[in-house]
């Protein structure tokens, strides 16, 4: 019997969260420049590309060029999170079901970027999503950056 699976992943960010969660949020066309190594294209093929329900294409380097067409799920301002659901693409080769969801927060003086992932695989044989998620942490880490050496 098949089960949902989850993983989870956070880092320091060096930017607010506020001005990350913008760029996740309002600003994805600034991403394939700040990563053009990781990050070829993000395309809106449905909606604006910012709210629920909006689907858009990612064209990223992932070992070899991969394609993945995700539906954004769920968007909470207020705590500065946003869910995608994967819908088409690589991805769904392996998996039946696959979710991610970027927070940032703040905790005291630091603040935080946490990449959480559920799934569920086609089969045992299919790895568990952990290079997606250091790739995933990986992009906002260079995003972060990014914001702090351009205010």
């Known amino acids: 019997m098949a ?10 960010i060096k930017s607010s969260p506020e001005k990350l969660f913008d760029v996740y949020k309002n600003k994805i066309n600034l991403m394939p420049k700040i990563s053009p190594d990781k990050l070829r294209s993000i ?9 629920v329900g909006s689907v858009r294409l990612w064209t990223y380097f992932l070992g070899d060029s991969v394609v993945a067409k995700d539906k954004i799920y769920a968007v909470d301002e207020e705590n500065k999170s946003i869910t995608f659901e994967i819908i088409g693409g690589e991805v769904t080769k392996y998996f039946v079901s696959y979710k991610a969801t970027i927070q940032l927060v703040s905790e005291g003086q630091n603040s935080f970027v946490k990449w959480s992932v559920e799934y569920e695989k086609m089969n045992e044989q299919v790895p568990d999503p952990h290079t997606q998620l250091d790739f995933l942490i990986t992009m906002t880490k260079e995003v972060d950056n990014y914001l702090v050496q351009n205010p």
């Open 43 to 51: 395309q809106v093929i449905e909606g604006d590309g910012k709210s």
């Open 3 to 12: 089960r949902t699976r989850k993983l989870e992943k956070q880092a320091l």
